[in-house]
């Protein structure tokens, strides 16, 4: 039978904590750096939920150390408050989104931008009731290929103002001798930003479009 003295047994135990405790040190370094990157990230462009949760699943398993649950819990609620935190500041602010649809506002203007593949002799920009009848129109004439903006000021083709609420909006541009269509890009204002709870890009609620993720906002004003 193999005899420890007393000195073997506390160098062994030495040792065991030591490990432990590195394991430990490692495991809190770990949850730093991960709380550390949410703190920098581009709120809008989050780090995705799944690939934080995918790292520490792994970690969990390859070290078997219980308590990662824990902190993965604490850390997704992190990450949920961090996101909403940060995208509540667009709350007021005008957006640019990909849309057919403008909000009129009571005495103001519809606002927004096309992109022209090339270089045109006539652009225009009608604005149509849900009737899908032409109601107002925004001739824009020459226009060189690029970014294009537009706004409408609510006067309808009879000259009188026309009431706040949604219109459709149509652009249209010669191509030679042909008329073509374009995609239009609406600005409106943000109403309010929500995060799903399992993760994801926020969503944001914005005047008379509705509500898009904040991965197809296109710009912030």
Known sequence: MEVRTLEQLQMQ?????????????????????MLQQLKSQDPFKPTDNT???SQMAQLTSVSGISEMNEN?????????????LDSSS??????????????LPSGGSVRGQVELPTSTTALDIEILAPSGE??????????AAGT??????????????????????????LNGNK??????????AVISVSVPAGGGSPQVQIQGLGTVSL?????IS
């Open 13 to 33: 135990n030495a040792t065991s904590k030591a490990k432990k405790d590195a394991s430990s040190l490692d495991q809190n370094d770990f949850m730093k750096l």
């Open 51 to 53: 690939e934080f949760i």
């Open 72 to 84: 993965l819990s604490a850390l997704t609620g992190s990450l949920y408050s961090a996101q909403l």
């Open 90 to 103: 667009l709350i007021g602010k005008d957006v640019l989104v990909e849309s057919g649809v403008a909000a």
């Open 134 to 143: 032409v109601i107002g129109k925004v001739p824009m004439g020459p226009q």
């Open 148 to 173: 294009s903006r537009f706004e409408w000021n609510g006067i309808g083709l009879t000259g009188e103002r026309m009431p706040p609420g949604n219109y459709q909006i149509r652009a249209n541009y």
């Open 179 to 188: 008329v073509e269509a374009l995609t239009t890009e609406m600005r409106s």
């Open 215 to 219: 991965s197809q906002i296109k710009e």
